[in-house]
Every structure is written in structure tokens, then in C-alpha cells.
């Protein structure tokens, strides 16, 4: 099911925020890297995403001394997608850049071909008729891959991008467990 909204839901406490950074990084908290389970928890959470979903992430805290975590938390995961959000869009880059390299080399290929055959065949009409349609068989053939690739290969790097800028951006909700007093209703017998 697609939804409009998706909510990120975790809880900050003394015993779980070290759960969702790389045991081995002794940086401090807020430069820390995500953990790997907790980087696939949060891309898991998003696959039912569409072009326009909102995202949030929902931090329950339990208690009132575990909101310190919430900044450095918030920090390493903002920093986290804008990282890789980075590499997307320079693999973007690339992508273009080779794909329009390899576009513009098929054309000059062709179009040396169709010099060439006007040069050497100018006076015999039929063989020049041959060799123009299989000319033209192997310009389709040169020139598919590089339209291919500009037309429909450009779609998941813009998509995989906008998933990660909203990742990066998405808005912060902060639960308070401990401020919601749960109270058992009286059980009575009859």
C-alpha cells in the first residue's frame, strides 16, 4: 500500500542509542556512523514511498533525561543521508556524463559512415541505395543504447535522490512516554 505519510518510529533511550550507531566508531555521538540494521530498519520502513509521500520520523523518549539523544540522533541521520545523497548525485553525474560521451561518439560514427558512403559510391545509384539502408540498420543499432540509457536509466538516480533528500529533511516529531499516565480501568465483578 502507497501512503501519503510515513512514519519512522523509534525509541531514544539509554540503552537503544547505541543500537543505532556503528559499534566501532569512536567518534562522538552526533558523528557517528549508522549502524547497518539500523540504516536497513529506516529504508525498509520507506518502500511503500511515492513521489509526493511525507516523511517523519515519530522519537519516543521515555524518560525526561533521554531527550539529550535527540539532537546527536537527528544530527547522524541527517548527516548520514546527505552523505549519500551526495554520492547519488555525483554517480548522477557520471552517468550523464558518460552517457552523453558515448551518445556523441555513436553520432560521429554514423555520420562519418554516411560520408564515406556518399564519397566512395557517388555514381552507382542501386549500390548506394544498399549500402544507405544497412547504414541505417547500424546506425539504429550504434545509437540504441546510448538513446536507451538517456531515456529511462535517468529515473531511479532522480528517484533514489528525492527518497534521500526527504530522508535528510524529514520532520522530527518527539513522543514523551513518560508524560502519558496509563491508568488500568477498575475491573468489576458482578
Known sequence: MLLKKITIFLTIDEKTIDTYFNAHDPSPLYKRQL???FES???SSIVAIKRYSVLRFKLVCNRESDKQYIEPLIHAIRRHFSIQKSIKESEFVKFKKSSYKLLAFSLTIVMACQFFIVALIKN????HSVF???LDVFSW???WKPIDKLIFFWNPFLKEISILDRLMN???IISEKYTVGLTVPEKKYA
Open 35 to 37: 549502524n547497518q540494521d
Open 41 to 43: 530498519y529506516i529504508t
Open 124 to 127: 552507382n545509384e542501386h549500390l
Open 132 to 134: 544507405g539502408n544497412a
Open 141 to 143: 543499432v550504434i545509437l
Open 170 to 172: 524529514a520532520e522530527v
